[in-house]
Nanobody
Framework: VQLVESGGGLVQPGGSLRLSCACS????????MNWYRQVPGEERELVAR????????NYVDSVKGRFTISRDNAKSTVYLRMNSLKSEDTAVYYC???????????WGQGTQVTVSS
């Protein structure tokens, strides 16, 4: 099983980034996909989730209207489009695959997002 995030980097406030998480080794469409973020010294925070078929999404209040989660099941990839970035969005972003029926989860290695002028 592999989850490989990419697309992080340094961006100015108000800018945009698109994170990708390419997955392999499991039946991608069966799994809910999540994006989490973590700041040193703080707990990991769930930012967005998307159902296996992509029909349902949820966001933490702080990113609603700015971030969009999407997935391409043909490519086994989940995305997080981040617009109007703020300094408080600075964190390591992780993708997670979660299978509810037989609880199982897989995590990526994380990608750093830094919002700074």
């Amino acid at each position: 099983v592999q989850l490989v995030e990419s697309g992080g980097g340094l961006v100015q406030p108000g800018g945009s980034l698109r994170l990708s998480c390419a997955c392999s080794g499991f039946t991608f469409s069966w799994y809910e996909m999540n994006w989490y973020r973590q700041v040193p010294g703080e707990e990991r925070e769930l930012v967005a989730r998307i159902s296996g078929d992509g029909s349902s999404t949820n966001y933490v209040d702080s990113v609603k209207g700015r971030f969009t989660i999407s997935r391409d099941n043909a490519k086994s990839t989940v995305y997080l489009r981040m617009n109007s970035l703020k300094s408080e969005d600075t964190a390591v972003y992780y993708c997670r695959a979660y299978y509810r029926i037989i609880p199982r989860e897989y995590w990526g290695q994380g990608t750093q997002v830094t919002v700074s002028s």
